[in-house]
């Protein structure tokens, strides 16, 4: 079976320090990988999305960056953060070249910007 | 644009009563349409899905959800509802060809004993 996980959990970090989010998915091949994040009292944004190595496409511009430097593998980065960062951040996949598919979420990081 | 929109922020029931929330879309072509749940601090759980076919499709956890292509609507609704349904609901429509998906705002469901 197939699972996402994502971490860390939780994450306390100060305004200008840089930020590393790691995804990784078991159990299938050739997903497509997607960031969202979740502002407080806010329904989900996406932010980044990938449908290969390599392959990133940006939905909001911001001060975060994406790479999927494995098939399976999708980071989530920046190099200062903001106060305006903080969130719950999730990654989630989907079943590359199908049309009927649902999304998997994992359990979310909860990044506080201070 | 595509759009989701969930008019209601916040619901309030009492366990054992019937619930409906709303959930409307925007979006040109067939859409396919998603519910999940966050319980609080976790990540999303599929709850149901239409993607064609029969229009009242059924969930986990005793949902289900009617898709009305005239009102551009597919509610959420359960029969009986139970204090552990105490949950934010997300309706969500596929708007890309990497089946990326746009949220709804979500509703916050409270259960009274």
């Known amino acids: 079976s197939q699972t996402i996980h994502q971490w860390p959990a939780t994450l306390v970090q100060p305004v200008g320090s840089p930020l590393s989010l790691e995804c990784t998915v078991e159990?299938?091949?050739?997903?497509?990988l997607y960031w969202y994040r979740q502002a407080a009292g806010r329904g989900l944004q996406l932010l980044f999305y990938?449908?290969?190595?390599?392959?990133i496409s940006s939905e909001v511009p911001q001060n975060l960056s994406a790479s999927r430097p494995q098939d399976r593998q999708f980071i989530l980065s920046s190099k200062k953060l903001l106060l305006s960062d903080s969130g719950f951040y999730l990654c989630?996949?989907?079943?590359?070249?199908?049309?009927?598919?649902?999304?998997?979420f994992g359990q979310g990081t909860r990044l506080t910007v201070v | 644009a595509q759009s989701v929109t969930q008019p209601d922020i916040h619901i309030t029931v009492s366990e054992g009563a019937s619930l409906e929330l709303r959930c409307n879309y925007s979006?040109?072509?067939?859409?396919?349409l998603f519910w999940y749940v966050q319980s609080p601090g976790q990540g999303l759980q599929l709850l149901l899905k239409?993607?064609?076919?029969?229009?009242l499709v059924q969930g986990i956890k005793g949902f289900e959800a009617e898709f009305k292509r005239s009102q551009s609507s597919f509610n959420l609704r359960k029969p009986s509802v139970h204090w552990s349904d105490a949950a934010e609901y997300f309706c969500?429509?596929?708007?890309?060809?990497?089946?990326?998906?746009?949220f709804g705002s979500g509703t916050q469901l409270t259960v009274l004993p």
């Open positions: 969500a429509v596929v708007t890309g060809s990497a089946r990326q998906l746009t």
């Open positions: 159990g299938t091949s050739n997903p497509n």
């Open positions: 979006y040109g072509a067939t859409p396919y």
């Open positions: 989630a996949w989907s079943r590359g070249q199908t049309m009927n598919t649902e999304a998997f």
């Open positions: 990938s449908v290969g190595i390599g392959q």
């Open positions: 239409y993607f064609s076919g029969d229009t």
